[in-house]
């Protein structure tokens, strides 16, 4: 019998998801990563110990290292980091039905290309519908059934719905909406603005500072998905501002969890969160589209070691006043 849902990408959310999938649907959802090992040894034990330690999986999700498995799913989840989302595309390919959609799962900006995971997926998937999923979800709430309400996003409403549809649970809760770029934007931006909102913390900036980062930075997400075509009304609900309160102000939030590690005066380290990658990425888009994100901007230099903290600070600080909006 073939899946209805299957899940690419067996990290941290992949694994939620897989059993968010599982539970919504009450059929097998393979749950596919790339070391066999390592999928071998999640099996056995019915635990992803490395990426999502202490949760159980669900009985029907079927962890394997083998693409195959994901033939004649309907919607296929991808659930790797962004940088990866065109190749991770290009090996599923071969082994998409006809009638599968495939949801991209990640939060970020493609570096060279600059491309939101949406267009990522229409270049690399040309004739398979896409979708996007995002919003404010830790996987470890997810995990533990805590609710949780996301954003579903499909270029064609009917898509969106069924996806939504699919992996709706009692306590995972997925709107649906059209407005793709919107929702892409949302998570890319919110990652690292999520950075600079630690830096605040890390810093001893106070909690003044820390609210007027959040309304300053979503001012600068905002300004972007103008430019882009966005809704307001998706800006400022589950992907948009939803996400950004909660990735700007929680520990748990590796994005922030980096920003503060960096305002504390820590090197910066070897692996990065996945708003680092898209920081530069994002600037630039952002520029491409005569839009200013200084906040953004200075984060992309201090991930990338060009800026120091302190300098930073002082360059937004320094900026000259304008008109709220
Ligand atoms: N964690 C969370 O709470 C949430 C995360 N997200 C987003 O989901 C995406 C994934 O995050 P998360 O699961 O936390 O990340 P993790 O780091 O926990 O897992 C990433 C997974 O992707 C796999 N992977 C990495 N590179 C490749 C590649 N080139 N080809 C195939 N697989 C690859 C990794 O495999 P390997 O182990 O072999 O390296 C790993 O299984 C990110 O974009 C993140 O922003 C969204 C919402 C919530
Ligand atoms: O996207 C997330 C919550 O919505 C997870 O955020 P981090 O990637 O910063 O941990």
Known sequence: MSARVAVVGAGAWGTALANVAAEASGSLVPLIGR???EMTEIAERRVNARRLPGVRLNRSVLPTDDLATLVGARFVLVVTPTQTLRDVAAAIRPHLGSRAVVVACCKGVERGSLALPHAVLAEALPGVPGALLS?????????????TAVTLAAADEDVAGAAATALATRSFRPYRSTDVAGVALGGAAKNVLAIAAGVVEGA?????????LIARGFAELARLGSALGARPETLSGLSGLGDLVLTATSEKSRNFS????????APRPEK????????????????????EMPISAAVAEVVDGRLSVAEAIERLLARPLRAEA
Do not use: Y
Request: proline residues 4%; charged residues 20%.
């Open 135 to 147: 919003g404010p979800s830790f996987a470890d709430d997810v995990a533990r059934g805590l609710p």
């Open 272 to 291: 990065l969160a996945e708003g680092a990658a898209t920081a530069g990425a994002l600037v630039a888009l952002a520029r491409g589209h005569d839009v």
């Open 258 to 265: 980096l920003g503060l590690a960096l305002g504390r005066g």
């Open 35 to 37: 070391d066999r090992e």
């Open 204 to 212: 001893g900036l106070g909690e003044s500072a820390a609210a007027a």
